[in-house]
Each structure stands twice: as C-alpha cells, then as structure tokens.
C-alpha cells in the first residue's frame, strides 16, 4: 500500500503541545504538593524551603501553560488550515458530517474514517472546550497569585467571587486536565492502532501520512 506523506501542524503548534505537556504535568505535581505537602513541616525555614520551592517552579509552569495557551489562541485564528478553529467548528456540512462520521468510527458503528489531514470535529471540539478551561485556570491562578493587584482581584471577583472560590474552581480544573490527559493518550494509540497515519509522530515532525 502506498501512502502519501503531508505536512500537517507547523512548528508553533508542535511546540505549544509539548509546552502545554510539560506545564500541566508540573503545575499537577507542584500544584498537589501546594495543596497537601509531603514532607516535614519543620524543614520550612531551615536549609531547605521545599513549600517555597514548590511555589516558585509551579509558578514558572503557569507561565509556560500561559504562553502555550496564547500560542494556540493565536494559532486558532492565524495557523494553516488544519491549526484554525473554522476548519473543526461544526458549522459547515463538511464538519457536521465530520462529526457524525467520528461518532460512528469511535463508537464501532462504523469502519469509515475521516481522514482529514487535520483534527476532525470531535477532537476539535474537545480542544476548544480544554482551552476554554484553561483560560479560566490561569485567570484563576494569576487571581491566587497577585491577589493583592487591582487587575487581577477586579478580574477574579467577578468570574469567581472570592479567593476562596477562586482556589476551589481552580482545583477542579486540575482534576479536568488529569481526566483529559488520560484520555487524550487514550485516544491518540487507539487511532494509532486502528489508523496508521502517524498521529503520534506529526506532534513531531509535523507530518502524517494518507493512504
């Protein structure tokens, strides 16, 4: 079987996947460590500063998250074809039947698969969802970071209220960033498995493969 070679995701998103990797599996290990630490409390003041240590690199990720998530904003609007949000929104008849056609392919009610080069609308769709909740995670963590600017305490009292509520919603988003790494890795080896275009390549070499 001969399959063609395409160039899919260009190297801004690629470095915003692996950015966006990286971050949350950061801000998740500091972010639990902040929430409950591990280690003896009496080595708080001492030759070590672990909580405050924990703070600074959970800080640094959040910076990192920012940025990636701005890259991909940017990208939704200014990236190649298969990067902009028109090319997964469900509203023309070539992304309604997108959508239908994963449904059927992920739930093996059919065999047929949308091979588009890019994402197809489901995953799509998942995306925006993720970087909607990711927007709402870093205002909520600037809010607990600078509570005391007026930007930022303006901002999170009107999304969320209160510090209080702010640290609450916060946290549960992180468990919506664990649940959705599971199943995004869960999901790229089926289609690997069930698909051979390279799926798990092109978020390196930007390329996938159509036979």
Known sequence: ?????TKVWGILLRLYHWSLVLSIIALVVTGFYINTPWTNT?????VSFPMATMRYW?????YLFTAAIGVRIFLFFFGNRQERIWDFLPITPRNIKSLTTTLGYYSYVSDK???RPGHNVMAGMSYILTIIAAVFQLIAGFYLLFPEAATWQGIGNAIFGSQQNGRFIHHLLMWY???????HVYIV?????????????????GMKFKS
Do not use: C, Q
């Open 177 to 183: 960033f664990i649940i959705f790494a599971f199943v």
């Open 189 to 205: 080896i089926w289609n690997e498995v069930r698909s051979p275009e390279g799926l798990i390549s092109s978020m390196i070499n």
């Open 58 to 62: 959970h800080f640094l990720a959040g």
């Open 1 to 5: 079987m001969n399959y063609e070679k």
């Open 42 to 46: 009496t080595l708080e003041g001492s």
């Open 113 to 115: 698969h949308d091979d």
